[in-house]
């Protein structure tokens, strides 16, 4: 069997979706010889940059590396790649199956079993984000792809029950398998590591932590609202730890992303909020584990991985009981209202001011982490295959 995966986000491994992307990558090349499989697979990996020195694959995986004439990395170049190369070149690899790791314009000819992994449909709720024609055609091929695909593989319950309501998907259709964090979060951070990292970003440990973007969904805006809130009520009493938050700033494309310095500026906090920009993700473990707690009110998320990374590291986390958030942290961490500041603040400060609930939540955390892995994902896949008609 000929299996071709859509591997396009390996040039993006500081992303969810590269994240996904590179650790199903890995799992797969890892695991040659799966129970149940008596079949040799052959694997075709759509790719349009060559592969980082960091995945090395066996010898029955091809890379296939093409760009469209057009080559600047924006939407037209994904429709033309997604939409009309992608297809065409499966179909002359001679794929059986064909795997998207993410909810894209691909349409399959049908002699080719198209499985979808749809990782949550964000633009349906916020409009705002398709604010041109280009990306809202985008997203209508998006729309229309997802619904011709044979399978799809949701990350979330949240997310399956969004593609039901909201794109009347057959629920036959949908399997739902929970991703999981690269292994760069699950291991221990060694001291020297903490202190290196500590010093780079010019940080002192026991910091409040918010990251995970500047979208506006990502509700940037009221965290610093509730930090505010705090600030000007017990800020004399010396109790409330600085309030660090990374992410690329990028103000110019306001207002789809918070422009946090002018907000820390507007609300007085320039001497108790750290900006770090954008930080690389082999930073990022030792930047969770050096957090008193960690802040991630998002308004929508199909999965959420920010919230795992941080239970991984044994952080507690503070985060919306919206969205798929509350699926993915259980009881182990602590829920707000992501629309109140004041709902975000009160449930801050109820950490800060019990170390016993920080040790349940940081235990409970590290607990429910375990519950997640990309072998489970990938046994849900290779099913789905066995299962196909």
């Not at 790719?47 to 990395?73: A, C, G, M, S, T």
């Not at 202190?195 to 010019?202: F, G, V």
């Not at 801050?348 to 019990?354: E, F, G, Q, R």
Request: charged residues 25%.
């Amino acid at each position: 069997m000929k299996i071709g995966i859509n591997a396009s986000f390996l040039r993006k491994q500081n992303t969810g979706i590269g994240q996904v992307t590179a650790n199903f990558v890995k799992k797969v090349a890892e695991c040659q010889t799966l129970k149940d499989r008596n079949q040799k697979f052959e694997y075709f990996l759509y790719l349009e940059e060559k592969l980082q020195k960091n995945i090395k694959l066996p010898e029955n995986f091809h890379e296939r590396v093409f760009l469209p004439p057009y080559k600047r990395d924006d939407i037209i170049r994904s429709i033309w790649w997604q939409k009309f190369i992608l297809p065409k070149k499966a179909a002359e690899d001679g794929c059986n199956v064909f795997l998207s790791l993410y909810q894209c314009a691909t349409i399959m000819p049908k002699n080719i079993r198209h499985i979808m992994v749809v990782h949550d449909i964000l633009l349906e709720f916020f409009p705002q984000y398709i604010n041109n024609l280009r990306k809202k055609y985008f997203w209508y091929l998006s729309k229309q792809a997802i619904k011709k695909a044979d399978k799809i593989i949701s990350v979330s319950h949240r997310t399956e029950k969004d593609l039901i309501q909201h794109l009347e998907i057959n629920p036959k259709k949908i399997s739902v398998s929970h991703v999981d964090v690269d292994e760069i979060y699950k291991r221990n951070v060694s001291q020297f590591e903490s202190q290196h990292i500590l010093n780079k970003y010019n940080l002192e440990a026991g910091y409040i932590y918010n990251g995970g973007g500047m979208e506006i969904r990502k509700n940037t805006e009221n965290v610093l609202k509730a930090y505010k809130l705090l600030w000007d009520k017990y800020g004399q009493n010396g109790w409330l730890p600085k309030l660090v938050i990374s992410g690329k700033l990028m103000p110019e494309l306001a207002p789809l992303v918070t422009d946090a310095k002018k907000l820390v500026k507007e609300l007085n906090l320039e001497n108790r909020v750290i900006l770090l920009d954008y930080v690389p993700q082999e930073d990022l473990p030792a930047i969770y584990n050096n957090a008193v707690l960690f802040v991630y009110p998002s308004l929508y998320e199909g999965f959420g991985l920010p919230i795992l990374e941080a239970m991984n590291q044994g952080i507690p986390v503070i985060t919306s009981k919206v969205s798929s958030l509350p699926e993915i942290g259980s009881d182990s961490v602590l829920y707000c209202d992501p629309k109140k500041a004041e709902d975000i603040a009160m449930v801050i400060k109820n950490v800060l001011n019990n170390n016993h609930l920080k040790a349940a939540l940081s235990m409970k955390g590290r607990e429910r982490a375990n519950h997640f892995s990309f072998e489970n994902f990938l046994e849900k896949f290779f099913n789905i295959i066995k299962n196909l008609k």
